[in-house]
């Protein structure tokens, strides 16, 4: 069956589908992090892609965005929804909630972030004003509401290059800019949607508060370990949501 949905997995959301069908794939960028499963949800075909591979190996900025992002589209999804660990940078953000964000700041440098390496076929410069489809964001704000989780209606992701976390002179920055959580993949997976012409929405699972909030001395800084743990912990609400979305996902 061809897939309608997408949906890439992050840190500690490595499979999603039971008899879910490997498919093995090559694109003209290399090979996507792992092979994509596809299953059917309620009639609707959705293919899942663990963005740092089976075993964890990629680190954001080893990804290979540029195929993962094509595999998807060359599977024929048209949606692709892309659910990632965050920081909070705000005191009402916290660790367990859920953020479907509404807009994005680039931090990351070096990356392969686009289909248009030349310009043979005449410019190609797409707008990324709004990087999340509207469409989209309200599919994934009212499956949470049905299933229950804190979920919060839009937000601003700034995405730094990692693997290390910020600095506290970075995360003051980021928290004074008015941002609201920080991840290390959003970026240039919204940019890649957009250019081989996906829907796309992004959905934060928080997992800490980066290096704190401002006033509360007793939040220490975020640590790996509680990236995972926190993540692990509430990785089922984020499968809910995106089980309970797939109907709605799939009316374009
Ligand atoms: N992913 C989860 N927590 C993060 C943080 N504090 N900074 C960057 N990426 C993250």
């Known amino acids: 069956m061809t897939p309608e ?16 069908e490997p498919v093995t794939l090559e694109t003209e960028w290399g090979p996507p992090s792992a092979p994509v499963t596809v299953a059917e949800v309620g009639g609707v075909g959705v293919a899942f892609l663990p963005r740092h591979g089976l075993g964890h190996e990629l680190p954001p900025h080893r990804v290979n965005y540029r195929a993962n992002v094509e595999a998807m589209r060359r599977l024929g999804v048209h949606t692709l929804v ?22 994005l700041v680039d931090r990351t440098w070096g990356r392969a972030d686009t289909f248009h390496d030349r310009f043979d076929d005449g410019p ?12 989209v964001r309200r599919a994934l704000l009212d499956a949470g ?41 959003q ?32 939040v ?3 640590s790996q370990e509680e990236v995972f743990e926190v ?7 984020v499968r809910a949501l995106l089980f309970a979305a797939v109907a709605d996902l799939a009316v374009r």
């Open 5 to 20: 949905i997408g949906i890439f997995g992050g840190s500690g959301f490595y499979t999603f589908l039971d008899d879910a």
């Open 145 to 185: 509401r049905r299933t229950g989780a804190t979920v919060h209606d839009g937000g601003t992701v700034v995405v730094i290059n990692g693997p290390r976390f910020s600095t506290r002179a970075e995360s003051a920055w980021h928290r004074q800019a008015g941002w609201h959580v920080v991840n290390m993949t």
């Open 220 to 222: 220490a800084p975020v």
């Open 187 to 218: 970026y240039p997976e919204a940019a890649l949607a957009r250019e081989a012409g996906l829907d796309f929405g992004g959905i934060a699972l928080v997992t800490d508060y980066d290096t704190g909030v401002d006033g509360d001395p007793d």
């Open 124 to 135: 190609r410069h797409v707008s990324l004003a709004d990087p999340y489809t509207p469409r």
């Open 82 to 103: 892309a659910p990632f660990a965050a920081g909070s940078l705000r005191p009402e953000i916290r660790p367990g909630d859920l953020v479907v964000v509404d807009q």
């Open 231 to 237: 993540f692990r912990s509430n990785v089922d609400r």
